[in-house]
């Protein structure tokens, strides 16, 4: 919405929808691009302190967001400042039952994630919210709920470029097409690290290529990696990839067919997986690591939660590559020196 409301303006949605699918096409072509021309190298300048500042500025915005989800309390804006403002001055106005269904939710997850880790229990929280609140119609309380979902359909087709100005794109693709890599390789690296699995940048570039082609060919919008699903489906068991093909097929068969069933689903149990997510995300040994480290490297990790809770994920990406390059030019500047000799004795 950032890049293509000053070119396309709001007007016209139809306008709109094709400008945004050109764009996920042309994010694609050049991730794609850079998968094969093996520039995954790059990243290598997103350094440990600013993947574990990430991360808890994501959680952050995460926890934020849900504010509203889980008290009931109208919260506007799409910083942290703002949802947290917006939030604290409407505070008086709490509906305790929808916190009650939050709260429960989470330490349901909570309590089956210590107890028993190898059971879904995001899966198992979110029934069991469901079928409480169909059973005993707490919407009369003021719970709210998903609602139906509408069949809009699904088609494929190349979006025509009649009237796009494909020009105006390029620059904005480049942007999007780094920060999207840049997202996607933070949050690979941190599950990775703790499966004790590496990643390979280069493959992350063309699956990321691959994909927004695909949602430019289904007038969709570009795209990239989400830490609050990928927390969340780490809690749900996912081992694999197999995983995002099963949630393919699940999601589908509910769009298509079974738009009824998640009807009932309350937004606050929503809520409360979202926080859990988010809580799945902070990395404190991570912190106190950099501390015993080094400091400036808890600083610069500090400074990334900032820019990420402060201005999104968007600018934050782009302000802790800057944070990373300045940081290797101060060390560069003041390269460690030592003597070296044979000591007497």
């Known amino acids: ?85 917006t939030f604290a ?44 609140v169909s059973v005993w119609s707490l919407t009369r309380y003021g719970i709210d709920v998903v609602g139906p979902i509408r069949d809009a359909g699904l088609s494929v087709a190349v979006p025509t470029l009649s009237g796009v100005r494909v020009q105006e794109l390029l620059l904005p693709a480049v942007g999007i097409a780094v920060v999207a890599f840049s997202d996607n390789i933070l949050t690979a690296r941190a ?54 093909v099963v949630t393919l097929v699940v999601v589908l068969a509910v769009v298509l067919f079974g738009g009824g069933l998640v009807a009932n689903v309350p937004i606050a149990a929503l809520g409360g997986l979202i926080i859990y997510a988010a809580m799945k995300l902070i990395d404190l040994p991570g912190f106190r690591a950099l501390a015993r480290f080094r400091r400036s490297e808890l600083v610069l990790a500090l400074l990334t939660t900032l820019a990420v809770a402060v201005f999104g994920v968007l600018y934050g990406v782009l302000v802790a590559i800057g944070l990373t390059v300045l940081d290797l030019l101060r060390r560069l500047s003041h390269a460690h020196d030592s003597v070296l000799g044979l000591v007497p004795g």
């Open 191 to 244: 599950f990775a690290s703790r499966a004790g699995e590496t990643v390979d940048a280069n493959a992350e570039l063309r699956a990321l290529g691959v994909s927004n082609i695909a949602v430019g060919l289904l007038r969709g919008f570009p795209v990239s990696s989400s830490g609050s699903r990928t927390a969340l489906a780490a809690a749900a068991g996912a081992r694999t990839q197999m995983y995002s």
């Open 1 to 85: 919405a950032a890049v293509l409301l000053p070119i396309v303006g709001g007007d016209d949605p139809v306008r709109y929808a094709v400008y945004a699918a050109v764009l996920a096409i042309l994010v694609g072509i050049l991730c794609l691009g850079a998968g094969f021309l093996r520039l995954g190298y790059l990243a290598s300048l997103l350094s440990k302190p600013v993947l574990v500042g990430y991360l808890l500025g994501i959680a952050i915005a995460m926890i934020a967001g849900q504010l509203g989800r889980i008290s009931g309390v109208s919260v506007s804006g799409d910083s942290v400042v703002d949802q947290v403002r």
């Open 89 to 132: 001055s409407g505070i008086a106005q709490v509906h305790w039952p929808t916190v009650m269904v939050a709260t429960a939710v989470l330490l349901c997850v909570v309590a089956v994630d210590v107890a028993m880790p190898r059971i879904p229990g995001p899966l198992i929280a979110v029934v069991v919210a469901t079928v409480v």
